[in-house]
């Protein structure tokens, strides 16, 4: 894989870096400095293990379900954003030499925009810290894990000071995806035990800190298990493990980022301190809709056991960012973190509205964790805009595909690996609107092949009639796209209608077994329509 450009794929949905600097330094010295340690590790590894193998998940710290996180003696909404890395896999275990956060100049950088969150009222942090292949997890000649290389601690050491500096509170990422490390890992109870083993002496070293409030075991590893990469019962038991070791060596809470609300029910009972789940324009409908839906409704339908944290979400200068703030707020969620502090890291280049943040954190009084001693705002909250859905969603989501749509395109798919198209939505005139239909040409065969035809139309009943004006098409997750007199492309694509008309056919066809997405926009007559297509097995 090129070291410079991280390409985002449909197993970890692993986000682009556009810099990756000495990861393969990095990790060359990893091994080298794996026979110096070997003597120590076999001792840390055993009296891990003994620790480990026999204990009990534990009660979760947080407030009452759907309330506030309980962190240092109050209660907060967890007000904050992504960083998500300034160098992807470099962050945590480079070093002050090669580009980690102990680095001069690394430092430097993410001083001036913490400083730049905080004074906008940002509280919470969300860094990823091994991503990709974890390289910093020392592995035997089997590829079983063993230790964490002892270069990350610098690293840790200097985000910390930064967090004391800009009293900020970090949920640390540990892995990217669930099949981003090897499947061993997570499928042989053995090398999950040594899994949980090799990080207790992190969780250890920052026992008691504060400003750690939580380690997330896993980004988004519904799609993993959605496209049969890793089974729920794996996922579930080595975040089980990883809590287990978390819960005995630290006072840090667990947590695990759902890329939809759909996942949740996979990590039920698995230990965690709150939930998490990520929401973006494109789910526009049904259960993966946090912004249409209230904590209170999921609590019901899922019977989740502890607060709701929304991970992950676009709130730019484009967007209603304020409103979706309180929304968020007023909807009893626990905390709501949008991607990302730094946008020119990462390809999405989606960026904070630090403006909307600033405005949002002076109305409200219980946004934290909080450190200082000074005067609280008094809280105003906003009304939402988005009504809570009338009955709780079932008790089982399932990630099975739907081929409707309404005249207000929402996604009618449970995806993996979306591609985030975000736009501000469009002023509908009455009597028009936008449906996107789709029908089976050719079921899947064994190799995983199959045809969906996909047919976009802009209706009007009353005044002015509607028309096509371009479809723009993000990049595809397992599918081609023939649309027009272009077959098989693979790429984002703008296809533009060259005579007015009100409908349109493509065809999307998936290339092998597992989910198949495909994101697009309409544009009409009166703005853009942003949705998808695409079944999530």
């Known amino acids: 894989m090129d070291l410079q450009t991280l390409a985002r794929s449909l197993s970890d949905r692993s986000r682009t870096a556009l810099s990756r600097p000495a990861a393969a330094r990095c990790s060359a010295a990893a091994r080298h400095a794996h026979g110096r340690?070997?003597?120590?590790?076999?001792?840390i590894v055993a009296v891990a293990l003994a620790q480990i193998l026999p204990m009990q998940s534990r009660a979760v710290q947080a407030s009452s379900p759907g309330s506030r996180i309980s962190w240092q003696g109050s209660s907060w909404?967890?007000?904050?954003?992504?960083?998500?890395?300034?160098?992807?896999?470099?962050?945590?275990?480079?070093?002050?030499?090669?580009g980690g956060v102990s680095a001069s100049w690394t430092r430097d950088i993410l001083s001036q925009r913490f400083a730049q969150a905080r004074a906008s009222g940002i509280r919470v942090l969300r860094w990823w810290t091994l991503p990709g292949n974890a390289w910093q997890i020392n592995r035997d000649a089997n590829d079983h894990p063993t230790?964490?290389?002892?270069?990350?601690?610098?690293?840790?050491?200097?985000?910390?000071?930064?967090?004391?500096?800009?009293?900020?509170?970090?949920?640390?990422?540990?892995?990217?995806?669930?099949?981003?490390?090897?499947?061993?890992?997570?499928?042989?109870?053995?090398?999950?035990a040594k899994l949980a083993a090799a990080l207790t002496p992190?969780?250890?070293?920052?026992?008691?800190?504060?400003r750690v409030l939580s380690w997330e075991v896993f980004n988004e590893p519904d799609f993993d298990v959605w496209n049969d990469r890793?089974?729920?019962?794996?996922?579930?038991?080595?975040?089980?493990?990883?809590?287990?070791?978390?819960?005995?060596?630290?006072?840090?809470?667990?947590?695990?980022?759902?890329?939809?609300?759909?996942?949740?029910?996979?990590?039920?009972?698995?230990?965690?301190?709150?939930?998490?789940?990520?929401?973006?324009?494109?789910?526009?409908?049904?259960?993966?809709?946090?912004?249409?839906?209230?904590?209170?409704?999921y609590q019901s339908g899922m019977g989740l056991d502890a607060p709701?944290?929304?991970?992950?979400?676009?709130?730019?200068?484009?967007?209603?960012?304020l409103q979706r703030f309180e929304d968020f707020y007023s909807k009893g969620y626990a905390g709501y973190w949008a991607w990302s502090l730094f946008p020119e890291r990462t390809y999405d280049q989606m960026s904070v509205d630090l403006s909307a943040s600033a405005t949002f954190a002076g109305r409200h009084a219980d946004l934290g964790p909080r450190g200082g001693s000074g005067p609280l705002p008094t809280s105003t909250?906003?009304?939402?805009?988005?009504?809570?859905?009338?009955?709780?969603?079932?008790?089982?989501?399932?990630?099975?595909?739907?081929?409707?749509?309404s005249a207000t395109p929402t996604a009618t798919s449970t995806p993996a690996g979306p591609t985030r198209t975000p736009t501000v939505a469009p002023t509908r005139r009455p009597g028009r609107g936008v449906k996107v239909r789709t029908s089976v040409l050719a079921p899947a065969t064994a190799g995983g092949q199959s045809r969906l035809q996909v047919t976009v139309s802009a209706s009007s009943v009353d005044g002015p009639a509607n028309a096509l004006h371009e479809l723009r098409f993000g990049q595809p997750q397992n599918a081609t796209v023939d649309v027009g007199a272009l077959r098989g492309q693979r790429g984002p694509l703008n296809y533009s209608v060259s005579q007015s008309t009100a409908e349109l056919t493509f065809t999307v066809n998936r290339l092998a077994d597992g989910a198949y997405f495909v994101p697009f926009t309409v544009v009409d007559e009166d703005g853009l329509w942003t949705t998808f297509v695409g079944a999530g097995r």
Not at 37 to 43: I, K, R
Not at 202 to 210: D, E, I, K, Q
Request: aromatic share 14%.
């Open 37 to 43: 340690y070997a003597l120590w590790l076999v001792l």
């Open 230 to 297: 890793v089974t729920e019962a794996n996922l579930k038991a080595t975040v089980q493990a990883v809590a287990n070791a978390v819960h005995a060596n630290s006072s840090a809470m667990v947590t695990v980022g759902m890329g939809f609300a759909d996942g949740l029910p996979m990590v039920k009972g698995a230990g965690l301190d709150y939930y998490q789940a990520h929401w973006y324009d494109y789910m526009g409908g049904g259960t993966y809709c946090m912004r249409c839906n209230s904590y209170s409704w």
């Open 77 to 98: 909404y967890l007000h904050g954003a992504n960083v998500p890395w300034y160098g992807w896999a470099c962050d945590f275990g480079c070093g002050p030499n090669s």
């Open 202 to 210: 992190l969780f250890a070293r920052y026992n008691g800190n504060p």
């Open 147 to 192: 230790s964490l290389n002892p270069a990350v601690y610098a690293d840790f050491d200097a985000a910390l000071q930064l967090a004391e500096q800009h009293d900020l509170y970090y949920n640390f990422v540990l892995f990217s995806g669930a099949s981003g490390i090897p499947a061993g890992w997570l499928s042989d109870p053995t090398q999950r």
């Open 381 to 405: 909250p906003a009304a939402p805009t988005a009504t809570p859905s009338a009955t709780p969603p079932p008790a089982t989501p399932t990630a099975t595909a739907t081929a409707t749509a």
């Open 308 to 321: 709701l944290v929304v991970g992950e979400s676009y709130a730019s200068a484009s967007t209603d960012a």
